[in-house]
């Protein structure tokens, strides 16, 4: 389908694509085997400039916006979602910085964030706070000129790798949501170390650590916007990124149609190539009309976020839920239409297929974004009334 991309779009479009082809497919088996995290592939993108691709031109990016991310991302996923994850999870980090820092923590920042020669992760995730994100309880308190950084971070994508942290902690436990904070802090201080990396289903090459600050000591201007509003924070960071996860679950589900298709017309059973099947032809019509429905919502609502609008929630949400189990649901019918060959690690759709289950799990399960869009429609309606 026509999305009427403009020529710099498909220029973008086209540089992951060559990226995921020529230097993702040939290593993703190997990445996800050895679980190894893939450096060299982020010096590549970091010389194609994409991870500017959001940052604004005055700090060393290119201007682009949430469409452009999207499409770039959902190029990488098509080959492998444990690099498209590294590279998403690096826009995730960033947003708190873009959206709400200072000048001087922009200047400061963002430059190296642009030319990809320092990672940065999220940290709002902890063992008794994943969906209940306001009940984190890692705390920062005021000493003099410093904030001391108390708690353990989980799960928490490029944690070890990245050199950049955006973390959300507790300055007032006493105002609830109200009273969470947003700071950065580096790699390095004091106070700030690591835990073990995770063996996860799926993603494997990105990676996924603990982080644990035990009286980390940071400037007191390292507070992101200012206290009190961590959690708006978090909330504005998730809802920027929400169509970045999205793109991931077109991008993998393109990947496992493509293959699904190539198979079906190699593969002859009762003397004809299996695609000459109705069974599985309407397998892969469906695939195919679940693909364009989820890309159709993730451009527009990329879109959407683009013209400026203030409150995306409820469409960022739709965004994620939707194609993310578009996601699973093709990547899981690829292995169908596969058979005993989709099961089997020698074809790329069983990898494909472990990795689309965390989709539909970070950046807020797809219980919460249904709880999200839930939430708006009750204001909605009662602002009609
Ligand atoms: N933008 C701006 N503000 C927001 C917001 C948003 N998208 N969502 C909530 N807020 C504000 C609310 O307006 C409220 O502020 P006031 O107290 O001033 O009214 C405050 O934040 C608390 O909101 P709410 O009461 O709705 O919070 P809940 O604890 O009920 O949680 C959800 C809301 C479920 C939406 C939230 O916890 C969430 O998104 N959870 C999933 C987190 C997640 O994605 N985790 C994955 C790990 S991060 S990679």
Sequence with gaps: MDYFLTEEQMMIRDLARQIAEEKIVPVREELDEKEEFPWEIMKVIAQSDLFGLFIPEEYGGLGKGSLELCLA?????????????????NALGSFPLLLFGT????????PDIAAGKRLVAFGLTEANAGSDAAGIQTTAKL??????????KQWITNGGEAEIYTIIAIT????????????????????FT????????????????????????????????????????AMKTLDSSRTGVGSQGVGVAQGAFDEAVKFARQRVQFGHPIISFQAIQHMLADMATDIEAARSLIYSVARYVDSGAK???????????????????????AVQVMGGSGYMREYPVE???????????YEGTNQIQRNVIGQALIKEAAKKK
């Design 73 to 89: 991302v959902e190029e990488l996923s098509r080959a492998c979602l444990g690099v498209s994850t590294t590279y998403a999870a």
């Design 103 to 110: 000048e001087e923590q922009k200047k400061k920042y963002l």
């Design 143 to 152: 000493e003099g000129n410093a904030y001391v950084l108390n708690g353990t």
């Design 172 to 191: 007032d436990r006493a105002k609830g949501p109200r009273g969470a904070s947003a700071f950065v802090v580096e790699k390095g201080t004091p106070g």
């Design 194 to 233: 690591f835990g073990k990396k995770e063996k996860k289903m799926g993603i494997r090459a990105s990676v996924t650590r603990e982080l644990i600050f035990d009286n980390c000591r940071i400037p007191k201007d390292n507070i992101i916007g200012k206290e009190g509003i961590g959690f708006v924070v």
């Design 311 to 333: 409150d995306v929630s409820k469409e960022s949400a739709m965004a994620k839920v939707f194609a993310t189990d578009v996601g699973m649901r093709v990547t899981t019918n």
């Design 351 to 361: 990898k494909m297929m472990r990795d689309a289950k965390i989709l539909q799990i």
